[in-house]
């Protein structure tokens, strides 16, 4: 359930920030002799957080340490996961393995090899920096194996963008500040961002945004795409195509519902109902049809305008999406309505 704060909003910590320290509390042990009740590090950025030990044991050659994460304010699906983490003496250097609930890679184009558990850059040089950190301290050689796990991860990761970037078996520790801020949708566009390199490093030449889950099914089977080819854009159409300006794939199809679609017809690149609004004056100009000025919702102005208008959004939109995209990607737009009808299409 979404948690609704009241007054500022709380940050949080990254499942690598949890990680991170879930370790050095390990590794106290392992090579100190006893788990601290509460372990502190720094962020790539300076903060300093403080976190309490949610569970510890140890064995013949390993300790592991669990770390309640704390998303603060964000609505972030792994809030109140347990990141474990366990460490042995093991290789020469640093090593990571993926346990319990966390994935690993199977597809390229994301900044981990095919093969290796989903551990992001910066969590993996976090936890280099502890471990180098931590083995001058107790003077001890830095090879350790650190296996990170989450319970439940694995039904977790079905709310995420991991089955369809080609991360199998949970979730990725993720996270470059090591801090949430919360909603700051960061981790929605990062994901969009993934989602491109996925689709790029595979050849695909087609892929879509839409807004919601009934515009994705249509456009799906509309246009036979595969899930790795389906991005999942949300309201963030202008996180989408600013992204695939630079990282450009042939072909980009815009779906969603006719209310999200006549704001970006209107100009609009950022969807969501709190930051941008459908301008009704302006869209009985665009139109033809004074009626429209006194519509409510653009559904209501659909179902004074009907078909004449559905066809000018959809050529609307299409041209606000080229204009981000640039000329070299080729953008086509569907319109539908919220049964999953289409009311129209528009191509280049």
């Not at 949080?12 to 009740?37: D, H, I, Y």
Request: charged share 20%.
């Amino acid at each position: 359930m979404t948690r609704k704060p009241e007054g500022e909003l709380r940050r949080g910590w990254t499942t690598g920030a949890c990680a991170t320290a879930a370790t050095k509390a390990a590794l106290m042990q392992l090579w100190g002799g006893a788990f601290p009740s509460e372990v502190g590090i720094v962020l790539p950025r300076g903060e300093t957080p403080v976190f309490p030990l949610a569970h510890h044991a140890s064995g013949d050659g390993w300790a592991e340490v669990g770390i309640t994460k704390d998303a603060g304010d964000d609505p972030d699906v792994t809030h109140g996961a347990l990141i474990i983490a366990r460490v042995r003496a093991a290789g020469q250097g640093v090593s990571f393995k993926a346990g319990d609930g966390v994935g690993t890679v199977t597809m390229s184009g994301l900044p981990i090899a095919v093969g290796e558990p989903a551990i992001n850059p910066v969590p993996r040089q976090m936890m280099h920096s502890v471990v180098a950190d931590m083995a001058a301290k107790y003077a001890q050689p830095v090879n350790v194996e650190i296996t990170v796990s989450i319970p439940g991860g694995q039904d977790i990761a079905k709310k995420t963008w991991n089955p369809r970037l080609g991360i199998e078996g949970g979730l990725s520790i993720l996270g470059t500040t090591g801090v949430v801020r919360p909603f700051s949708c960061a981790a929605w566009i990062a994901s969009i961002h993934r989602g491109i390199d996925v689709a790029r490093a595979d050849g695909l030449t087609h892929v879509a945004g839409c807004t919601g889950a009934t515009s994705e099914k249509v456009v799906q089977s509309l246009m036979s795409l595969p899930d790795h080819g389906m991005l999942d854009m949300g309201d963030f159409a202008g996180g989408l195509l600013k992204y695939l300006a630079k990282h450009p794939i042939p072909r980009i199809t815009i779906g969603g519902g006719i209310g999200k679609m006549t704001k970006l017809a209107q100009g609009a690149v950022d969807l969501h109902s709190s930051r941008s609004q459908v301008d009704f004056a302006r869209l009985a100009t665009m139109v033809g049809d004074a009626r429209l000025r006194d519509a409510n919702t653009a559904l209501q102005a659909y179902e004074i305008a009907g078909d004449p208008m559905a066809a000018a959004v959809a050529d609307r939109a299409r041209q606000t999406a080229q204009k981000a995209a640039g000329p070299d990607i080729a953008v086509d737009v569907v319109v539908i309505d919220r049964a999953g009808t289409i009311l129209a299409q528009a191509t280049p």
